[in-house]
């Protein structure tokens, strides 16, 4: 497998609900250092997986609309615990329709996944892969 990596972050605000988050349960706010993994069995015709400049800016488009944002207040989320976990899944989605309707410059069926990783802190991260 080949894949191609581009990073950026986020600045967001949440709260969870359940006695299970303790004191997140209270508003608090995180920055998350985003991965995201575009992995495909072959290159393409110029032996690339994906162009990294469309790459980045697919990952800048998913997250704009999370950053610096209340979680809590977007309709979305509504009724969600915006985990990290939660957040990978959620961002997997946007760049997966990103892919599957060719805004990345290569034909959907040539990709094989996207990995999302979400970087709490130098020690604890999450992510999610799912098949294009």
């Known amino acids: 497998m080949h894949a191609v990596e581009v990073r950026d972050h986020i600045m967001i605000a949440h709260s969870f609900k359940g006695e299970f988050f303790g004191p997140a349960q209270a ?9 995201a993994c575009f992995i495909s069995e072959t290159l393409d015709e ?3 997986v994906i162009d990294i400049g469309a790459a980045h800016e697919a990952l800048k488009s998913a997250l704009q609309p999370i ?3 209340n979680l809590d207040e977007l309709p979305q989320f509504a009724g969600e615990n915006t ?20 805004g990345l410059g290569r034909k959907p069926e040539e990709l ?3 990995r999302v990783t979400l970087s709490e802190s130098h020690v604890a991260r999450a992510w999610y892969e799912g098949k294009l």
């Open 27 to 35: 508003m608090h706010g995180a920055t998350f250092v985003v991965d």
């Open 46 to 48: 110029n032996n690339v």
């Open 67 to 69: 950053n610096y944002a």
């Open 83 to 102: 985990t990290t976990e939660f957040l990978t899944r959620h961002i997997f989605e946007v760049l997966a329709k990103t892919a599957r309707e060719g």
């Open 112 to 114: 094989e996944a996207i």
